[in-house]
């Protein structure tokens, strides 16, 4: 958690700092307050990003609880480790196939958020 929330933290602030300031100064023209400011100028230009940051460290967080949990701390991978040490065949090949599934699943959730708040005609 420490690790995922000090990365969130160092990638969001690059986020911000890669704003366009130019925008801001347009809304502060016409008589916006900083609210507004960051409502309608930094907000639509970094939650893009900050929504893909935190989806893709939710990807990792998964594949890394599988790892972590077949050397002996819970989760995914103890499920996994279980069912090794019994020789249950079907029930070895199922774990890594729902792993597989769940962060493919993640992965294409993320995809959709993604187009839903950037636009595809963003993307051409």
């Known amino acids: 958690m420490i690790h995922a929330t000090g990365a969130l933290g160092k990638l969001f602030s690059e986020v911000v700092e890669n704003a366009s300031m130019r925008p801001v100064d347009g809304v502060k023209a016409v008589g916006g307050d900083w609210f507004e400011q960051m409502r309608y100028v930094i907000l639509p230009q970094v939650l893009p990003n900050y929504t893909s940051y935190a989806l893709w460290r939710f990807e990792i967080n998964v594949r890394a609880s599988a790892v972590v949990g077949f050397v002996g701390a819970g989760g995914i991978g103890a499920e ?13 090949t199922a774990v890594p196939i729902l792993i597989v599934l769940t962060v493919t699943g993640i992965d294409l959730l993320s995809e959709r958020i993604r187009h839903a708040l ?6 051409r």
């Not at 950037?118 to 993307?123: F, T």
Request: charged share 25%; proline share 0%; no cysteine.
């Open 118 to 123: 950037i636009g595809k005609e963003s993307l």
């Open 80 to 92: 996994l480790s279980h069912v090794i040490s019994f020789y249950s065949d079907d029930r070895v």
